[in-house]
């Protein structure tokens, strides 16, 4: 039991610090791409990958890996090596003649694809992106095939390099793009926006091909095997349907929201894509983190005590929003000074770091909601009350319809109407899902709003603080110094979380105290027991 638990912290560990590396790299390679490029062009490539990006992360690395891992780990348990290894084939087989069709498919049909994707499209920038995307389209199989052999590989306990194949795909995409891109224009115009779409299928490579040594090593030779009858592959393919239905909802709004973009500019689509890559930070580090420590716990109590079920999940929730409101009041804040320090480089300009601030100020509305909805889905699921996030989520997509077509041709806001329109029905989506979730379990509502009060005027007073450090600190927070930016906006994000954390602990927010006996266990190296989360 010791053992278990150790390996399964360390593994929790390794995967941590894996996924964090991917996004700082995923940053570097907007960054460095959006400067080398600018957001005109990088519009034009963002709406291109967005077809075969769409069916990695409702195939591969969603619905389609983790069906695998479960049936393939419930095969190593139960059959032994020779039937997993089996297995593994058949689906390796499978999955490399249906996405070898679904990439000739997307190349034959990639035209009306993108003018579903970008109407608002000139014929010229129709016609790059067209050839961008034909290019891309292969990058699905390459991506799925090392997603099933990562799953592979986790179910036999190495995670190690798995964890870190995203990131050699950034790397690779870095490099393969640069290059490319270098050869086709040195200056890195348009055209070599083609060497960056193979640079793309370089760094899908690279994630696939780096895992092979691990696969050597737990013994495993892929052979062709095309017995697609078989019941645990049927098993595997039934298992995806629902996985794909939930994905979905996400995805298609993402789809929705390039659409609209398209009528406002290339421009904006790259002005969006950045500022949410910036608001996925805070939702990864909170909202994910507190639903994945929240998750195992609730699914045991909905099964052994119910009476535990809500407390616990509104436990969950408070401290969610303890965590994500200070940072969506310090991004509504600082923005802009956020936004000029990552991304405002080369061909990245002023203006674009403007309007990229203000998409970001608008995402930030919803922030709180983003992270809360993460931690409150999963609690549907462990009631078995799977269709409920699910019938919500697609309401959301009409409501997200109807207000980008009022926000953007009625109102005329133009990509910030898109943010605003995302942030609303997230919060509109948070809202339904806690008011159902109220009618099945206690959520000590009045608790709730009594520290979403606390919360928010400790909130206030790091609001004070971010205004005084734009009012006094404005030479230093725009100087032309790279490091005498890095290290003023630092020192005004950290004074203003001093202030935020010392109001808290005054207006007695209990997840003050929670979060410094967490700190407090950390630094001495312990591990707090499960009771603690309750």
Known sequence: MSHTRKLNIKASGIIALAVMCSRVLGLVREVVFNALFGTSAMGIFLIAFRAPNLLRDLFAEGALSISFITVFSKTLETEGEQSAWDLASKMLTLVTVSMSIISVIGVIFAKPIISVLAPGFSA????????????????????????????????????????????????????????????????????????????????????LCIQFPSLRRIGFKFRLDFNW?????????????????????????????????????????????????????????????????????????????????????????????????????????????????????????????????????????????????????PGFYAINRKWIPMLVSFAMIFLNIVMNYSFIFHWHLGHKGLALSTSISALTNFIILYILMAQLHTLETKRFFGHLIRCSLASAALAMTCILSLDYATALLTNSSFWIRLTSLSLSIIFALGIYLVSSYLLRVEETKDLIRFLSIKFQKTIPEVEKLH
């Not at 798995?162 to 793009?177: D, Q, R, T």
């Open 124 to 207: 010229a920038d129709m016609t790059a992106t067209i050839y961008l995307t034909q290019i891309m389209f292969p990058f699905i199989l390459l991506v799925s095939l090392a997603a099933l052999v990562m799953g592979l590989l986790n179910s036999k306990d190495v995670f190690g390099m798995p964890a870190l194949a995203s990131s050699f795909f950034n790397i690779g995409s870095i490099l393969g793009g640069l290059g490319c891109g270098w050869l086709m224009d040195p200056h890195f115009g348009p055209k070599a926006l083609t060497g960056l779409a193979i640079g793309t299928l370089i760094g899908g490579l690279f994630q």
């Open 229 to 377: 009858r078989d019941t645990k592959v049927r098993e595997i393919l039934i298992l995806t349907l629902p996985a794909i239905i939930a994905a979905s909802t996400v995805q298609i709004n993402v789809l929705i929201n390039s659409s609209f973009a398209s009528f406002v500019g290339k421009e904006a689509v790259t002005w969006l894509n950045s500022a949410f890559r910036l608001m996925q930070l805070p939702i990864g580090i909170f909202g994910v983190a507190v639903a994945t420590i929240t998750l195992p716990v609730i699914s045991r109590l909905a099964v052994s005590e119910k009476h535990r079920f809500g407390p616990t999940l509104a436990k969950a929730l408070r401290f969610a929003i303890f965590l994500t409101l200070p940072a969506a009041v310090g991004l509504w804040f600082f923005a802009l000074p956020i936004i000029s320090l990552i991304y405002e480089h080369g061909k990245f300009l002023s203006l674009d770091a403007s309007q990229t601030a203000f998409a970001l100020q608008f995402y930030a509305l919803g922030l709180v909601a983003y992270s809360c909805i993460k931690v409150l889905s």
